[in-house]
């Protein structure tokens, strides 16, 4: 990628500067200290150390996609973040590092590590103008720094559109399995490895009817599964990202619930579900090397290749691309259908500030002005008791405004069984600037369950993502993009059934950055 001259300059002013302090920058959210930023890469956690590392697709030079690396960044809770220095690089021009995942090979499988049982291996695609080859790195380090294998590509089907392998380990056939997009064929690949440097093709899949151009990202998930829910103790979830083409427009997520039996991944669902109701979730990447007993942990790419260049942070902060928050999730079934659950990562316990409002309300408004909250990241929940099962109405509706009269609203209808979120009213980047960046979205509401039902959710100035439901098996990701910061919270109740309660609280959230910069190891 070529850069006029003219404009370095400014980058490398961009680039030192690095700060978190600006109005549109998430606090909570990680984004990259500057440039652009697109796929969560490489995800994996170092349980020895009690690090997580984040790899990421990273243009270091340009606030849009093209020169594509490894940037880093490591955290003890996932939401405290340390830039590093970037990863990998490509070895000549127009040599691009894609997306891929990372392992510890503690066994050294590999014969990387003859000495050390916390050798990380990196997969990835190499993306030339003709081809794309997966291939290793591997890091003697703990994931700071890499060597490529020397003789890379470990995969070369002489295909343009083929990328993003994502490795897990198979205990029960005691072997590494890759999973990743045949793209344009929109098929996934299995293919089966004992040392990570020699894969065997294992077989192919596809999810017919999924829509989108191309299949990107895709991520095979064993979820352990409550005995309450089935006499099977283990699943396993395909992720599939798509592009563009996604129902909601541009780049979204899908899901397959099945069997992986070492080689093959057999659905047992009716269709794929989508991972979440709104535009901004797309690419997520699941965790290697959680303990087996925990929860699966993923992060997301909170944007959307219809608009991601386009959005205003490039020009005004230096920066475009927030990563969603860290989840946890569980696989459980509703109505007799297999659903993925989503919750903030510990309950954003290690960022949990003061709580701003704690109150119930039958109708009317709850108010808090959040404008003393640094980070202006605020956490909100919302719990409805005793719906009226029958014949649930009223509404249940939150507002985020700011003093320039911008706003972010959204909201449960009972009487349509439906949630909203609508980002129309903030003004710094609208449906004029690009045509495809959609103002609302909304999901149905399949049943109120017990009576009972919760939404909550996250602002972090210009990333909001709301969790609905009691096992919050829903979720919608928005970015926006207000003039000026958006500081207070409104909830409002109307029209609902005399029993029916509200409870409405919020939390100030505290910045993950160190005062205003993430830069403080962060060497350009
Ligand atoms: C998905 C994607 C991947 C590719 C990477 C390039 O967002 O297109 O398929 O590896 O981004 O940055």
């Not at 490895?193 to 999810?207: E, I, K, M, V």
């Not at 829910?229 to 599939?240: A, Q």
């Not at 439906?418 to 045509?435: E, P, Q, V, Y």
Request: glycine share 8%; aromatic share 12%.
């Amino acid at each position: 990628m070529h850069i006029h001259p003219l404009i370095l300059p400014a980058l490398a002013a961009v680039a030192h500067a690095a700060s978190y302090s600006g109005d549109l920058r998430p606090q909570i959210h990680f984004s990259p200290p500057s440039n652009f930023m697109n796929d969560p890469n490489g995800l994996v956690y170092d349980s020895k150390k009690g690090i997580y590392h984040l790899y990421y697709q990273y243009n270091p030079s340009q606030t849009v996609a093209g020169n594509q690396h490894w940037g880093h960044a490591t955290s003890s809770d996932l939401y405290h973040w340390t830039n590093q220095p970037i990863a990998l690089s490509g070895d000549k021009p127009e040599e691009y590092i894609f997306s891929g995942s990372a392992v510890i090979d503690s066994n050294n499988t590999s014969g990387f590590f003859p000495h050390q049982d916390d050798g990380v291996v990196a997969i990835f695609t190499v993306d030339t103008p003709t081809l794309e080859t997966q291939n290793i790195a591997y890091s003697r380090d703990g994931g700071y720094t890499f060597t490529k294998y020397a003789n890379n590509p470990v995969i070369d089907i002489g295909s343009k559109q083929f990328r993003d392998p994502q490795v897990v380990w198979h205990p029960e056939t005691q072997q590494w399995v890759m999973t990743l997009a045949y793209a344009q064929d929109l098929v996934i690949g299995f293919y089966t490895s004992p040392n990570l440097r020699d894969w065997t093709h294992a077989s192919n899949y596809t999810q017919k009817g999924l829509p989108g151009a191309q299949f990107e990202c895709p991520n095979l998930v064993k979820f352990s599964v409550d005995r309450a829910v089935s006499k099977e103790t283990s699943k396993y979830v395909l992720f599939i990202s798509v592009n563009p083409g996604a129902p909601l427009g541009g780049s979204g997520t899908f899901y397959v619930v099945g069997n992986f039996n070492g080689t093959h991944f057999t659905s047992e669902v009716a269709h794929e579900t989508l991972l979440d109701f709104s535009g901004d979730n797309y690419a997520a990447q699941w965790y290697s090397g959680i303990p087996e007993n925990e929860p699966p942990v993923s992060i997301g790419w909170a944007s959307n290749w219809d608009y991601t260049a386009e959005v205003p942070t490039g020009p005004l902060e230096g920066w475009r691309s927030a990563m969603t928050l860290p989840k946890t999730h569980t696989l459980t079934k509703v109505n007799g259908a297999w659903v993925v659950t989503h919750s903030p990562f510990h309950e954003l316990s290690t960022i949990k500030g003061r709580q701003l409002v704690s109150k119930n309300l039958k109708s009317g408004n709850v108010q808090t002005n959040f404008s003393g909250v640094p980070s202006k990241a605020v956490y909100f929940n919302v719990t409805l008791k005793d719906i009226h099962d029958a014949h649930p109405t009223g509404q249940v509706n939150f507002n985020f405004t700011s003093s320039s009269g911008e706003y972010l609203d959204g909201g449960l209808s009972l009487d349509k069984g439906s949630f909203w979120i609508n980002r129309a009213g903030t003004h710094l980047f609208t449906i004029k600037d690009n045509g495809n960046y959609t103002s609302s979205f909304n999901t149905t509401i399949p049943s109120f369950g017990k009576g009972t039902f919760s939404f909550s959710g996250v602002i972090d100035r210009s990333v909001l993502e709301v969790f609905l439901g009691e096992e919050r098996t829903q979720i919608g990701t928005l970015t926006f993009f207000p003039t000026s910061p958006l500081d207070t919270l409104t909830v409002s109740a109307e029209g609902l059934t005399n029993q029916t309660s509200v409870s409405v609280k919020a939390w100030g959230l505290q910045s993950g950055w160190n005062s205003t910069t993430g830069s403080k190891r962060f060497r350009a």
